[in-house]
């Protein structure tokens, strides 16, 4: 029996679940490129693992089995004579190496390496014209051979971003969507996803609702499950609304989704919010943690199936968010907790060092980072169980404990 997926909801008792430990890339990560690679400042690679294996074990001491993303490829690598090979001509054409001598160059290099974990590793890292000898022959480029300031110094970026597995891909029911990424430069993460449910002889036979070659982006991030027939999606900087149209004809209309409903919520564009779940996260049956600047200004869709195979109906949902989000849930009400407190300052600090990303491990029992005190504070109070993982450098890729994780399966709530 494989294992495959099962994840219906936000909050169900999480049974097992896909991390990255921060690795070399966090090396490759000069500062004048930190805009562009979508990262806001150097981390301390060591303290970032430290962080992050600390995480992992507040997950393990809960009863939840750690996967890490590294290994499943390589797991699948190891599986599948060949694999690897294919992964390698795609990785290849989509790593930005500027001329032939230069890919051939690199292909040898990574082609040396033998250990299937190590290969993913090092293509996760990047690299850099100090790693490999140039040849100066036929074929050679300028660009390979000049030492400038305005050439880089990397002949493939490395993926910081690769610790918020929540992004490249997101489970859904027991199928997954393998999203096409807003950025190039983390688009590339995706590359993973595919060969996992591909050929890792675990999850090879899930179905997939969407895929990386599509023509619109959508993030893992924009995605939450709330349960086995409703689905919440953000139409934000990261997911475009013609994503989820793409998304609701696949889910709606492949048998092996229970999916009956989206909600898509059109929240606003810029990086404090840029997932729905960096706005809204639900914590508990009837609760969740929420964005204050949020409140009353949120268009929300409904879509559900229409009478003939592939069309979907869509309407605009005139009312509250508590009201729309009680509805969904199938609670009386729910309560939404602002981030900080409601407190504007505490509020903003705090959302950008991710006070609402939240990963509840079961109803009420959530993770989240120790920086964001006001928060925590408020959840306490609400009665919520904090599991709290340490935060100053893992923050510093504007993530939390939500986006460092992608559940592969809850129980059902
Ligand atoms: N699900 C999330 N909120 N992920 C946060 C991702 C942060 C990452 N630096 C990016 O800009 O893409």
């Known amino acids: ?185 983390r688009n590339r993460e995706t590359l993973y996803g595919k060969y996992i449910f591909k050929y890792h002889p675990d999850y090879k036979d899930v179905s997939l609702y969407f895929r990386r070659d599509a023509a619109f982006h959508t993030e893992g991030g924009d995605v939450l499950n709330i349960n086995a027939k409703t689905l919440a999606v953000g139409i934000s900087q990261r997911t475009q609304a013609a994503a989820i149209d793409v998304m609701a004809q696949n889910i709606f209309w492949n048998s092996d989704s229970e999916v009956e409903r989206i909600l898509a919520f059109n929240i606003p564009n810029n990086r404090a919010m840029m997932h729905l779940d960096t706005v809204f996260t639900q914590i508990d049956h009837d609760k969740f943690t929420i964005h204050p600047a949020i409140m009353g200004t949120l268009q929300v869709f409904e879509l559900t199936p229409g009478k003939n195979s592939g069309d979907v109906n869509i309407t605009e949902l005139n009312d509250t968010l508590e009201h729309i989000l009680a509805n969904a849930t199938g609670q009386d009400q729910v309560k939404l907790i602002p981030c900080g407190g409601g407190d504007p300052i505490a509020a903003a600090r705090e959302q950008w060092n991710d006070g609402s990303n939240t990963l509840a491990v079961a109803p009420g029992k959530i993770c989240v980072y120790a920086r964001n005190t006001v928060t925590n504070d408020v959840l306490y109070k609400e009665g919520l169980e904090l599991l709290v993982c340490p935060s100053a450098e893992l923050s510093r890729g504007r993530g939390g404990p939500r986006c460092m994780s992608m559940p592969f399966e809850r129980e059902d709530i």
Do not use: W
């Open 1 to 185: 029996m494989t294992k495959g997926l099962r994840v219906h909801s936000e909050i169900g008792a999480l049974k097992r679940v896909c991390l990255h430990r921060p690795g070399e890339e966090l090396l490759n990560l000069p500062p004048f490129e930190l805009e562009r690679l979508l990262f806001d400042d150097v981390p301390f690679l060591e303290v970032a693992q430290e962080e992050h294996d600390a995480f992992a074990q507040i997950l393990r001491d809960q009863g939840v089995e750690v996967l890490y993303l590294e290994k499943l490829v390589a797991e699948a690598f190891d599986a599948v004579p060949g694999a690897r090979d294919e992964f390698l001509d795609q990785y290849i054409a989509e790593a930005g190496i500027k001329g032939d001598c230069m890919r051939k160059v690199v292909r040898e290099k990574l082609e040396s390496i033998t250990d299937n974990l190590e290969f993913v590793m090092k293509t996760m890292a990047g690299l850099t014209k100090a790693e490999i000898e140039i040849p100066l022959s036929a074929g050679s480029t300028l660009n390979a051979l000049v030492n400038s300031e305005s050439e880089s110094d990397l002949i493939i970026d490395p993926m910081p971003n690769l610790y918020f597995t929540r992004d490249p891909f997101a489970v859904v029911g027991n199928g997954v969507c393998l999203n096409r990424m807003y950025s190039v430069t």
